[in-house]
């Protein structure tokens, strides 16, 4: 399966990690990016703010439209040295995962003031186990199909 990537606080380190899979990525740091690029609502920024598990999700579903990989995975988040415009604290970061034939899913992560660096490998590292599960779930669906 080809994954497409959607990131904000990682700034496309994730899309590094999974270049073997890699269709390709979106790095979009700014809500007006999130909307122009991949086509997160502008009234959900505007009343949720950048970082929550609904423009996560808005993210990867977005990035999998605009892509013909089989499956996104996003990242949304508050890497530092300071909170986020919308008083988001350091160290929360929002994950979402979708793909063609199952439900998205996403998950929320508060690491705390870890330091940027920190931050970002834990949200890499969960993004990385919230995309295998979203495909050992997808292999269990196909497996189904063929018997």
Do not use: W
């Not at 979009?28 to 086509?39: E, I």
């Not at 605009?66 to 996104?72: E, G, H, L, M, N």
């Not at 870890?114 to 050992?136: F, P, V, W, Y």
């Amino acid at each position: 399966m080809s994954i497409v990537t959607a990131e904000s606080c990682t700034a496309g380190r994730l899309a590094a990690l999974l270049s073997e899979a890699l269709h390709g990525g979106f790095v979009t740091y700014t809500k007006l990016n999130k909307t122009k690029s991949l086509g997160v609502s502008a009234a959900l920024l505007k009343y949720k703010g950048a970082v929550c598990c609904d423009v996560a999700l808005a993210m990867a579903e977005g990035a999998l439209a605009r892509s013909p990989a089989d499956i996104a995975v996003s990242i949304t988040g508050v890497a530092g040295p300071d909170p986020d415009e919308d008083g988001n604290p350091v160290g929360l970061v929002c994950i979402a995962v979708a793909c063609h034939d199952h439900q998205a899913t996403y998950a929320e992560r508060r690491y705390g003031d870890l330091g940027r660096d920190a931050i970002c490998e834990r949200a890499m590292g969960d993004a990385l186990t919230e995309l295998i599960g979203a495909l050992r779930a997808a292999a269990g669906r196909e497996g189904a199909r063929n018997e």
